[in-house]
């Protein structure tokens, strides 16, 4: 199982960019695709971005693909989320978590469901 704390969200402005981090803790850690979903306040939690082990590949869903971007440092057990051009819309308490698949056109990443706390991220005026 994988163990895995948020941070790094925060007020901005429209926009505005924010970095979140999320730390990650078990066993061979470095062998687990892992992503980023974020879950708007009266919504259902929806897939952001996904890596897999080395970070050769990632998968973006439409509304954030140009505008963020997923990295990891494998030797710091850490997951990244750059945002820019943030936008209200993109309000929401983001998670990390390791996922079973990328995912693909038409078909969404499964996590795992091991979800951390959340960071919250809102963007307004």
């Known amino acids: 199982q994988v163990q895995v704390v948020e941070s790094g969200g925060g007020s901005v402005q429209p926009g505005g960019s924010l970095t979140l981090s999320c730390a990650a803790s078990?066993?061979?850690?470095?062998?687990?695709?892992m992503g980023w979903f974020r879950q708007a306040t009266g919504k259902e939690r929806e897939f952001v971005a996904t890596?897999?082990?080395?970070?050769?590949?990632?998968y973006y869903s439409d509304v954030v693909q140009g505008r963020f971007t997923i990295s990891r440092d494998n030797t710091k057990n850490t997951v990244y989320l750059q945002m820019n051009s943030l936008k209200p819309e993109d309000t929401a308490v983001y998670y990390c978590?390791?996922?079973?698949?990328?995912?693909?056109?038409?078909?969404?990443?499964?996590?795992?469901?091991?979800w951390g706390q959340g960071t919250q991220v809102t963007v307004s005026s």
């Open positions: 978590t390791r996922v079973l698949t990328l995912g693909v056109p038409g078909v969404p990443p499964t996590p795992t469901g091991e």
């Open positions: 078990g066993i061979s850690w470095v062998i687990y695709r």
């Open positions: 890596i897999n082990w080395n970070g050769g590949t990632t």
